[in-house]
């Protein structure tokens, strides 16, 4: 017996991270690959149709101009979609939380970590760990974010692999959230 999807996809959108956004592959402000941001709108079949945003990203890995530039480029995005439904944010944003103006751009944005307003959160590792042994109490680079309306019940970084091989070099963040 199959189970139907738990959510739908409404519309998606993709932007390029430099000053002409809409140019397919633009790579601007000193990024060293094009970046994007992909915004989907969802609604839950689980819960009446309940709608909200996912924008997925993954900033510039060496430069701090790209990543600055890029982080505001989101931020005023999501200004411009329909302001009564939830809006998450997930990335790769290759700075650390709370140690870099990249950081507080998402916040001055109206945009709160999960991981910071959880209720309860699992151990933490550093994010990005390139395949190397794991570093708990680490930095995290890549981050789940929502508006204050949304309600973080936890937050963890999966430490997950299989026979020592991770599917990644990052490891990946969850979050547990009830839509506001």
């Known amino acids: ?34 970046r994007v941001v992909t915004w989907v709108r969802f609604h839950d079949l689980l819960d009446d149709g309940r709608e909200f945003y996912v924008l997925n990203t993954h900033f510039d890995h060496a430069s701090r101009h790209a990543r600055e530039r890029s982080a505001a480029l989101p931020a ?11 809006p998450l944010v997930t990335g790769d944003f290759n700075v650390a939380a709370r140690k870099n103006p990249v950081y507080d751009a998402m916040p001055g ?7 910071e307003t959880a209720a309860g959160r699992g151990a933490l590792y550093g994010t990005f760990h390139g395949y190397g042994p794991l570093t708990p109490n680490s930095d995290r680079i890549d ?38």
């Open 143 to 180: 981050r789940i974010l929502s508006t204050p309306g949304v309600t973080t019940r936890r937050a963890s970084v999966s430490t997950f692999s299989r026979n020592g091989q991770f599917p990644s070099d990052h490891l990946p963040v969850q979050a547990w959230v009830t839509l506001g």
């Open 109 to 115: 944005a109206g945009l709160v970590d999960t991981w």
């Open 76 to 86: 005023q995005r999501i200004h411009g979609l329909d302001r009564s439904l939830p």
């Open 1 to 34: 017996m199959s189970s139907a999807p738990r959510k739908a996809s409404i519309s998606s959108y993709t932007f390029w991270l430099s000053h002409t956004p809409e140019t397919i592959g633009s790579n601007t402000w000193g990024a060293t690959f094009p």
